[in-house]
């Protein structure tokens, strides 16, 4: 097919619309997906350029004979291991850092080195739907733990450690989103994060600390990770470029103990990651230009989540619950029991609203019917509060009776919020 006849077909195609009779998508609140306008288009295209230009073999796979393949490029994990060092023991060196096909790569390899079917896997509830899928493909036995505005309760995970145990059947791993968690956006504090990392020794068990939104954090103070607080080398942190830079560059890496990042090099099976955008993104981290990217996309999503939050104050008052989070892309709305949320959430739909339904996010049938997630990552600014009066006209309408306030009164204010 010929250039021009490429851009006529494209012409005729109609964006943000489903195909069939659904109705068009005018505000997308639904993936965890970095706004466009924040990639750093010339500063990475300039160290592209600048790292083919140092070595052209870093087009080619990585090198068996510096760990290249198996590990990742070596000056990217350097400059994670400077900026991370401090969740590790003295003496971390590059064999506790592994580059990984973005944070997902990071997961799947743990999960996949470490568990057999019938093994116990302990997540939080709700979670991130996709972790749920994966210890699901291995067959593992997988066992829910609720998380609340402090994250998961540890307390309650204790208790499921210990019966596992008990059963003769000890859990092999416990995943966890301890900052900003996917998808109610709350915090871990730190004396349960210095619990987990001991309960996981005592257990004989390896917790897979999600960090992928620890770096987009807006207010409050930064707690230190579950991995600092490990002694026994239980711990795998996971981060990721993909929500800080850009996602199609597919890189992110996991950091923790060599036994274990060993046990994950022979697991390997994906040639590893790219070494070009690797030094690409060594080079951006080591020039400062990151921080500064960092700096201006995080004012930018600041201002998008206050947005959001007004309006959600303005349009959705009385007929939902929520906290502010201090950082990551999601609200979570509990609707209101007056609010028949099936109802509502195909209002919405017709509405031209996309938006994760809470069921997503729970692994048993029947959960999460009044939960929505709202991710404001990805929506303009400026398009934010007509997306919100559409949510909320839907939310009315979904509402039994007389029992729904009318828009923009004060009578229940959401929880939480500022």
């Not at 230009?53 to 870093?58: A, R």
């Not at 733990?145 to 309760?153: E, N, Q, T, W």
């Not at 509990?334 to 692994?363: S, T």
Request: with cysteine; hydrophobic share 45%; charged share 25%.
């Amino acid at each position: 097919m010929s250039g021009p006849e490429l851009a006529s077909r494209a012409a005729r195609l109609t964006p943000f619309r489903y195909q069939g009779d659904k109705p068009a998508v005018l505000w997308s609140f639904t993936g965890g997906f970095p706004d466009p306008a924040h990639f750093p288009v010339r500063e990475l295209s300039d160290c592209l350029a600048a790292a083919a230009g140092e070595d052209p073999e870093l087009l080619q796979y990585g090198s068996s004979a510096d760990e290249s393949l198996r590990y990742g490029e070596r000056s990217l994990r350097q400059a994670l291991l400077t900026r991370h060092g401090d969740d590790l023991p003295p003496g971390a060196c590059l064999a506790n850092v592994m580059l990984t096909q973005g944070g997902i790569g990071a997961i799947e390899l743990a999960f996949r080195s470490f568990v057999d079917p019938g093994d116990a896997v302990v997540v939080e509830a709700p979670t991130w739907g996709v972790a749920l899928t994966l210890a699901r493909q291995l067959r593992a036995d997988v066992h829910a733990v609720p998380a609340g505005p402090a994250g998961l309760d540890v307390d309650a995970l204790e208790a499921k450690l210990d019966a596992l145990r008990a059963a003769g059947r000890p859990a092999k791993i416990v995943y966890t989103i301890p900052t900003f968690q996917t998808p109610t956006g709350t915090v871990m504090p730190a004396a349960n994060r210095r619990r987990l990392a001991a309960l996981a020794a005592r257990h004989d068990a390896i917790v897979v600390e999600d960090g992928t939104y620890a770096a987009l954090r807006y207010d409050g103070l930064a707690q230190p990770s579950v991995q600092s607080f490990d002694t026994e080398g239980r711990v795998l942190r996971v981060g990721s470029f993909s929500k800080t830079v850009a996602p199609a560059l597919r890189t992110g890496w996991v950091t923790g103990d060599r036994a274990l990042l060993s046990v994950l090099a022979s697991a390997r099976s994906d040639l590893g990651v790219s070494q070009w955008a690797a030094r690409a993104l060594a080079l951006f981290l080591e020039s400062g230009q990151y921080d500064a990217h960092l700096s201006r996309m995080l004012a930018a999503y600041r201002r998008k989540r206050d947005v959001l939050d007004a309006a959600l104050r303005r349009e959705c008052a009385g007929l939902a619950e929520w906290s502010v989070p201090d950082g990551g892309y999601f609200f979570w709305l509990r609707l209101r029991e007056h609010v028949d949320a099936g109802k509502a959430k195909r209002l919405a739909r017709e509405r031209g609203i996309a938006a994760r339904p809470g069921e997503q996010f729970f692994g048993t049938p029947g959960d999460g019917g009044q939960l929505l997630r709202i991710a404001f990552s990805q929506v303009a600014e400026e398009r934010i509060p007509g997306g919100i009066a559409a949510l909320g006209e839907a939310l009315r309408s979904g509402a039994a009776g007389a029992a729904a306030p009318e828009r923009g009164t004060d009578t229940a204010r959401p929880e939480g919020g500022r």
